[in-house]
């Protein structure tokens, strides 16, 4: 059972555009949050035509709190449930030497979502059959030179929604990690990706939607990632820190 609304932080994505159909799909109506909605405009009007989904848009710029909090002022109803798609690659050489940088990074994949997610999960906190999904990644699994900056805001993203799972385990509220490996969206554009590695973001939304309903805690969306990082992190730390990887 999918508690609705749905609301979707980061909707402008494509990771984000392929999970609204995927809820739309399935019943649920759906708030889209994002900068610039004016860009989910026909979304909308897609949605509707093709499932007859409700579907309302909200600003939201992610970093700036003054809109999250604006965001939950504006809430007509608590949502039954809130995915987190919000994060940015970022310029890893760039934030080794550029605080700025390396703050951004961390600022959109690990400190504005968790400060959302924990305000909203306490409003849920008493809903029947609600749940929190946030989109972290592999890359939190072990720190790695060329991309560890984004790797430790998503290894901090993950702690945190562990944290939230294991506080609000007992009240029902469903807490689920998503740590889909490589997508190919606009954001990893031009990059050479291994298809065998690599999934869509309808996998990714489906997968989501799947483990939702089943209650699953942590979601490898491509099952071969889940044994490529057990073996990472299996590495013992007097070889791994002379590996290039």
Request: hydrophobic residues 50%.
């Amino acid at each position: 059972m999918i508690a609705s609304p749905v609301l979707i932080v980061g909707a402008a994505s494509d990771i984000g555009r392929a999970i609204a159909a995927e809820y739309a799909k399935a019943g649920a109506s759906l708030i889209l949050a994002a900068r610039n909605v004016s860009r989910l405009e026909p979304d909308v009007k897609d949605l509707f035509y093709r499932y007859k989904a409700d579907a309302q848009l909200m600003e939201l710029d992610i970093l700036d709190e003054g809109q999250r909090e604006a965001l939950l002022g504006k809430l007509t109803e608590v949502p039954g449930t809130v995915i987190s798609v919000a994060g940015v690659l970022g310029d890893e050489v760039a934030a080794w030497s550029s605080v700025a940088a390396a703050n951004h990074i961390m600022q959109v994949n690990y400190v504005a979502p968790s400060l959302l997610l924990g305000a909203l999960a306490n409003l849920m906190a008493e809903r029947p059959g609600a749940c929190i999904i946030g989109i972290s990644s592999v890359a939190g699994d072990r720190g790695r030179k060329k991309n560890y900056t984004y790797g430790s805001a998503k290894a901090g993203f993950t702690a945190f929604l562990s944290g939230l799972r294991n506080r609000f385990g007992s009240s029902g509220l469903h807490v689920l990690t998503v740590k889909p490996g490589f997508v190919a969206t606009r954001m990893t554009e031009g990059m050479a990706l291994p298809p065998f590695l690599t999934a869509s973001p309808q996998q990714v939304a489906s997968s989501i939607i799947s483990a939702h309903r089943k209650k699953k805690d942590v979601l490898y969306v491509l099952g071969v990632w889940r044994g490529i990082m057990f073996i990472i992190r299996a590495i013992p730390e007097r070889m791994f820190k002379s590996m290039d990887i």
